[in-house]
């Protein structure tokens, strides 16, 4: 293979990459690049969501590092092969990616095939995320310029080889749909004539990637790659997981955290025919069948006996009061942002507002639930799975089955929706954990019922406010005091700095707007529950405070909220530029059209988070009984250069419905220490006759490009919930939507 190293492109002078080049087994060319660390510098800050990366590094004890074995294949029959280091959740990375790619290497984008990237954090690291993660919509962020380089370079060698085989000079020599063509002669060689001398070539010193305006593929609408096998039923997710003598599983755990198994009825279960095992943990147990129908009449049968333990007591009640508690006490609290003096300035100001905010617990419900098949033997184990962390997968399957890491092969899958539930291994654990009792292979499954029960929660969090306004009615000081789990702590405890958890101040210690007095704190409280990341992460509660509030200031300043916060973004133009945006296209100035026997009212949002700038207008109609409907959903996004626009609009319309679920109708609860959903009919989720019109405006932009998966998410909430209270006056301060308190008679 032949090495070589260039430098200081013409787009990052200084930056150093590393470019490996050479022939593919049996023919061909291959490119090694590193992800290198160009991502971070997108943004003013490492995010705090590469200490998740850092975490799996961890994990599998690899070095994070240059990954210039992730490698691009062109075969001689011209197919390029792509392996990705990311997992297709849905979000459209397996479109996106490709695109970047075939971009510069002048090739059609249905030439490139794609190909799972196997655990290794060495190879694979993500440079936002610092490992082999995919999450806090990053993907494309990440790959924006490293794919880009190593599609140029390789379009670069393609052409050199054609040059020195027709002896001219390569400057007169273009590449396009695979072909590289000699313009003063005409002739013509494809791609797949000419990887075996490019192969023998170094790789270029220096590249000069395409202009914006010489984009033929980004910015583009284009269909997804995916979409076909989706529809046609040939793609394969872990649940679809198949193996010779294979065996299927389905589990039960302690319906209380921290609970313990104590009997079962082995011999009911046994008695149910297609049964074959049964399988016992601490606090767990699963029934083994031939298939799912068995396993799942055999654990009916079981009737597990529980010692319900400490938390046998719990209640959401008990547990909002020891919140409300700690958030008051303020004890252990953290300070996360401290401009000027609130204590001093506070006195000063003509009129003070203070209120709590509260979001509850979530579950992720994803469409595919929780699996894992496990075919586990003496000398190595295979996970078949779709998990968001492989290497995270790895380590802790290794851990498990007592084998050293390199011994645990994950074989990743799409995943039938993530939502950072696929951050998470503890289904992968707890299945290996019990497969180490069989001698062959066996998928277990959890019910809906056991997943939404036994679910890794969005965290409850409680939120103190003030602020103070002066006589005109702008801020003179903001307080915010956050009080909740810290999810970093357990996940990756280097992230958390002086006490303070970066995921859970996001969006209200960067909050957009000038005030001249500003302190945001953080009062870490762990109640007895597990807790994970959901989608929108930190922003998804603190956005959801923050521009609520900002609209409780400009309703005490009798001013439109549109006007008010527009006046407190002369520092933040894009910011300020799709809320005009959002404000234009929603007809803001206009009066909405009356419905007969319900209140009608409009909402905003703004949002900066992921690396993008959003703002939301939600237009609401609420009924005498408290029935909420939302009609329409406007959204300005500036995202910086847009790589596929039909996945920057899917992507927001997706985050809208699943934010809007959650803020109507979502909550997970606790009686007696169990929670007390189990299915959609109780934790219910959107029916398309439900979903507004969701109309999405992206601004134009050539800087790097910014997330999109999440940010939908996170700026819905407070755009309904402002919404709501332009229509009837009642200020929700905590979530979901209480009917009730809508009512008028």
């Known amino acids: 293979m032949n090495d070589d190293i260039f430098s200081a492109t013409p787009q990052s002078p200084g930056r150093r990459r590393f470019l490996r080049v050479g022939a593919a087994a049996g023919g061909g060319l291959l490119i090694g690049f590193g992800l290198g660390a160009c991502g971070r ?18 994990t599998s004890g690899d070095a994070p590092g240059l990954a210039h074995n992730a490698f691009i294949r062109i075969d001689r029959e011209g197919l390029v092969t792509l392996i990705v280091h990311k997992v297709e959740m849905g979000q459209g990375t397996y479109t996106a990616m490709p695109m970047l790619l075939a971009e510069e290497l002048e090739v059609d984008l249905f030439k490139v095939k794609l190909e799972q990237a196997p655990a290794d954090n060495n190879l694979y690291s993500d440079p936002l995320l610092g490992g082999q993660v995919t999450g806090g919509s990053t993907s494309v962020r990440a790959s924006w310029e490293p794919l880009r380089q190593a599609g140029a370079a390789a379009r670069l060698m393609l052409v050199e080889a054609a040059a020195q085989a027709w002896k001219v000079d390569a400057a007169g020599c273009t590449a396009k749909n695979g072909m590289v063509t000699h313009g003063a002669s005409g002739r013509t060689m494809h791609y797949g004539e000419l990887v075996d001398a490019a192969a023998k070539l170094p790789a270029p010193k220096a590249i000069v990637l395409k202009k914006p305006a010489d984009f033929t593929l980004i910015g583009k609408k284009h269909q997804r790659l ?14 679809d997981a198949r193996l010779p003598n294979m065996l299927v599983a389905t589990v039960a755990a302690s319906p209380v955290p921290g609970g313990a198994l104590q009997s079962v009825d082995e011999a009911a279960a046994m008695a149910v025919k297609g049964v074959r095992q049964v399988l016992k943990i601490d606090n767990a147990v699963a029934v083994v069948g ?13 009737k597990p006996k529980w010692s319900d333990g400490a938390h046998a007591d719990m209640t959401t009640a008990s547990i909002v009061a020891d919140m409300k508690a700690a958030a008051e006490s303020g004890k252990g609290a953290a300070v996360a942002r401290k401009d000027g003096d609130v204590g001093k300035e506070a006195p000063k100001g003509g009129q003070v507002l203070e209120a709590v905010y509260e979001m509850p617990f979530l579950a992720h419900a994803t469409m595919e639930p929780m699996n894992c098949t496990v075919d586990l033997r003496e000398d190595g184990c295979d996970l078949y799975v779709g998990t968001q962390v492989p290497t995270f997968a790895q380590g802790a399957a290794a851990k498990i ?15 039938g929706g993530g939502f950072g539930r696929r951050l998470e291994v503890d289904f992968i654990v707890q299945a290996v954990a019990f497969a180490k009792q069989l001698k062959q292979p066996v998928k277990f499954v959890w019910t809906r019922e056991e997943d939404v029960q036994h679910d890794m929660y969005r965290p409850y969090y409680y939120d103190r ?14 307080s915010h005091r956050i009080t909740g789990s810290s999810i970093m702590s357990r996940f990756a405890p280097p992230a958390v700095k002086n006490g303070v958890d970066p995921d859970a101040v996001e969006g209200a210690k960067d909050m957009p707007y000038a005030i001249p007095n500003v302190m945001v704190d953080y009062v870490r409280h762990e109640p007895p529950v597990p807790t994970a990341f959901w989608r929108g992460v930190g922003p998804t509660h603190n956005i959801f405070v923050v521009e ?4 409780e200031l400009a309703a005490a300043a009798k001013q439109d909220p549109l006007v008010y916060r527009r006046d407190l973004l002369d520092k933040s133009p894009r910011m300020r530029a799709v809320l005009n945006l959002a404000a234009e296209k929603a007809g803001w100035d206009q009066p909405l059209a009356p419905i007969a026997g319900r209140r009608v009212g409009r909402g905003l949002s703004t949002q900066f988070a992921f690396g993008s700038y959003m703002a939301q207008v939600a237009e609401v109609s609420v009924g005498a009984d408290g029935e909420v409907r939302v009609h329409r959903v406007v959204c300005a996004v500036d995202c910086g250069q847009v790589v596929n626009p039909d996945t920057v609009v899917a992507q927001i319309e997706s985050g809208v419905v699943f934010g809007l679920t959650a803020a109507l109708w979502n909550e997970i609860t606790f009686d007696k220490g169990r929670v007390q959903q189990s299915n959609f009919h109780d934790y219910r989720m959107m029916r398309i006759n439900e979903a507004p019109r969701i109309e999405v405006f992206i601004a134009q932009s050539s800087d790097a490009p910014g997330g999109i998966g999440e940010p939908g998410t ?5 755009a309904l919930a402002n919404a709501i209270f332009a229509a009837t006056g009642k200020r929700l301060r905590k979530l979901p939507v209480a009917g009730d308190a809508l009512k008028t008679a």
């Open 41 to 58: 510098e997108q943004r003013n800050e490492v995010p705090a969501e590469a200490a998740v990366g850092n975490a799996a590094t961890k």
């Open 226 to 239: 995916d979409s076909g096998d989706k529809v046609n039923g040939q793609a394969k997710f872990g649940i």
């Open 290 to 302: 031939e298939h799912m129908w068995a396993a799942k009449q055999g654990l009916a049968a079981l």
């Open 401 to 415: 089955a007592g084998l050293p890491p390199e011994k645990v092969k994950v074989h990743n899958h799409f995943l």
């Open 465 to 478: 406010l003030a602020a103070t306004l002066d006589e005109k009615g702008k801020p003179l000081s903001w």
């Open 548 to 551: 609520s509030f900002i609209d």
């Open 714 to 718: 996170s700026a819905t909430a407070p």
